[in-house]
């Protein structure tokens, strides 16, 4: 499974930018779409997830500007975000949760990260 995330770059305190991850490979169920980031000497920490029956949770810190979304047909997960700060700067990384087929256990996936950087 690999995961291509997109949409990075710079923007003004403000600002908007979509971020979008496409998933591939031999799947048959993607339970979670998410997306988590990592600021500068930060841990990861989660910024939104989306699962398959659409219920999606949120960092309080991003609630209300932020707002994760799926296209089950092309496999893939956006982030909207909106009224972007300057301690959103941070690489986002999109993660995924599937199953090879039914009954068998979740695994985990990471995408290679895309960084936003949002200026003051």
């Known amino acids: 499974v690999q995961l291509q995330a997109s949409g990075g770059g710079l923007v003004q305190a403000g600002g908007s930018l979509r971020l979008s991850c496409a998933a591939s490979?031999?799947?048959?169920?993607?339970?979670?779409m998410g997306w988590y980031r990592q600021g500068p000497g930060k841990e990861r920490e989660l910024v939104a997830t989306?699962?398959?029956?659409?219920?999606?949770t949120y960092a309080d810190s991003v609630k209300g500007r932020f707002t994760i979304s799926r296209d089950y047909a092309k496999n893939t997960v956006y982030l909207q975000m909106n009224s972007l700060k300057p301690e959103d700067t941070a690489v986002y990384y999109c993660?995924?949760?599937?199953?090879?087929?039914?009954?068998?256990?979740?695994?985990?996936?990471w995408g290679q990260g895309t960084l936003v950087t949002v200026s003051s």
């Open positions: 993660h995924i949760e599937y199953q090879t087929a039914s009954y068998t256990p979740h695994t985990g996936s």
């Open positions: 490979g031999s799947f048959a169920t993607i339970n979670v």
């Open positions: 989306v699962t398959s029956d659409d219920s999606t």
